[in-house]
């Protein structure tokens, strides 16, 4: 099977976005060949039987430019090699740039979406795509007449336990941009509760950065809730790092917590949990990965009180008990949500829908 594959970044040492290269990877071991169009590129790792084309965003290309940059390449790829299916990951746009050319070759278009916002590009993307598919059911903001549900596809290779004991004091541990919608004001609170009532020592460490300028006032409102709950000596800010150094903060913590709401399928969560880690989530969607124990890591979203209690109640746990919800936590997601199980998932779809096996 011959692949184009088309990516908002292509970039291994990308804090967010890098984890496609390892995507990219898993796929080129299953297929033939694989044309990657992506609208920024960086550090390219990639396997010989890739091949990488960027519209120029990193050059500083405006968008008409990009959009031309867009149809050379694709037209190409098209005129130099048969393709056989189209996946376009989380950039619905270049699925409506290229719908008309592809359906006039009969080339099938599988769109990836996994986002809470409810965009006109997703609404058209998805009529012009002949499946959509997402990590989560709940992360898919459309109409479901199209929609598989895949998984997340998580390195569990990379992200993985290594015997590395937690630190002491407990850390809890949040990753992740900071914007607003990763609701980190709710951990602050629950930090103050919690040093109040609990008594006993403990420190957060909160790892990212903002997404662009529009969340700098954002990062600034948090350090201010940091001095008006006078948590500086328990706050610590960490700025985001590579993807391949994100395993050894996860084996550092006690207990990693994620405060997005349902809606979104936030993949830090399923990289502590695949670590060994648990994780409390305020996301109703990872309850079938938490299984037996999402009644004490899943909280009410926005409610500082009730993550406050359940961050106590993990934290006073026996070690062989705090293990044991590790390694379940990780065995869901190995079952659930890893790469090569997404991998296999994904071609099960361009089988189906080319009529054929891949």
């Known amino acids: 099977m011959r692949l184009l594959l088309f990516n908002l970044a292509t970039d291994a040492d990308d804090p967010i976005l890098g984890f496609t290269t390892r995507w990219i990877h898993a796929l080129a071991q299953r297929v033939e060949f694989i044309h990657v169009i992506t609208m920024r590129a960086g550090r390219i790792d990639v396997p010989e039987n890739v091949r990488v084309y960027s519209v120029g965003k990193e050059k500083g290309y405006s968008e008409p430019r990009r959009a031309v940059e867009f149809y050379r390449l694709l037209l190409r790829v098209l005129r130099e090699d048969r393709i056989d299916a189209c996946f376009s990951h989380m950039i619905p746009i270049f699925t409506i740039l290229a719908a008309p050319i592809l359906k006039a070759r009969r080339i099938p278009i599988v769109t990836w979406y996994a986002h809470p916002s409810l965009t006109w590009t997703l609404k058209l993307a998805h009529h012009l795509s002949d499946r959509m598919v997402t990590s989560l059911e709940t992360a898919y903001p459309y109409r479901k007449d199209k929609l598989v ?28 941009r900071l914007s607003p919608v990763k609701d980190h004001p709710t951990l602050l609170r629950a930090a103050a509760l919690m040093r109040r009532e609990w008594g006993k020592p403990f420190r ?21 809730k ?3 709950l006078a948590l500086q000596d328990i706050v610590s800010f960490h700025p985001p790092v590579p993807m391949t150094e994100l395993p050894n903060w996860y084996r550092r913590c006690t207990v990693h917590v994620n405060l997005t709401p349902t809606g979104s399928g936030d993949k ?17 969607g990872f309850r079938e990965t938490l ?28 070690s062989s008990e705090w293990e044991g919800i590790g390694q379940y936590l990780r065995e869901r997601v190995v079952q659930l949500h890893s790469l090569e199980r997404l991998v296999t998932r994904l071609l099960s779809v361009f089988s189906e829908i080319r009529g054929g096996s891949v």
């Not at 957060?204 to 201010?224: C, F, K, M, N, T």
Request: with cysteine; hydrophobic share 40%.
């Open 149 to 176: 549900v895949i998984g997340q596809a998580i390195d569990t290779d990379l992200f993985a336990p290594d015997g590395t004991p937690p630190v002491e004091p407990p850390m809890i541990l949040c990753v992740g």
């Open 291 to 318: 299984g037996d124990y999402s009644a004490i890591l899943l909280f009410r979203y926005r409610d500082s009180i009730d993550l406050a209690s359940k961050l106590g109640s993990i934290l006073s746990l026996p």
């Open 268 to 284: 830090v969560a399923w990289e502590a949990m695949a670590c060994g880690r648990p994780c409390l989530v305020a996301n109703e």
């Open 226 to 228: 940091v001095e008006e």
């Open 204 to 224: 957060v460490v909160i790892l990212g950065g903002p997404a662009g300028p529009q969340d700098e006032p954002y990062v600034r409102s948090l350090h201010r």
